[in-house]
């Protein structure tokens, strides 16, 4: 959530789970192990890559999957921060 907040991408590495079905370009929601929402964005990856390519490094991703889309799983650029409880987003 911290690095999001300050302009930062989430990673494999950043996630420890995936909910859901969802595909490469869908619109997802990013949230905390308390279920809080925090950002919301385009995946780069698919629900069951993720599943394979979750808490691992970036490095990584090619060998796991075969084929590799980017280091983020979902990029600052196509992810929008949500303002935290005192209404700021960074």
């Keep these: 959530r911290d690095a999001l907040r300050k302009g ?3 990673l494999a590495a950043g996630v420890v789970a995936a ?3 969802f595909e490469r370009g869908d619109i ?3 949230v905390t192990h308390s279920g809080t929402r925090v950002a919301c964005g385009i995946a780069s ?3 069951d890559d993720l599943a394979r390519i979750r ?3 970036s490095e990584v991703i090619e060998e796991l999957l075969g084929y590799h889309y980017g280091d983020e799983v979902v990029h600052r650029n196509n992810m929008v921060v949500l303002a935290d ?3 700021s987003a960074g």
């Design 8 to 10: 930062g991408s989430l």
């Design 19 to 21: 909910n859901g079905f």
């Design 45 to 47: 990856y698919g629900a």
């Design 85 to 87: 409880e005192e209404g």
């Design 55 to 57: 808490s691992r490094r």
């Design 28 to 30: 997802v929601a990013v």
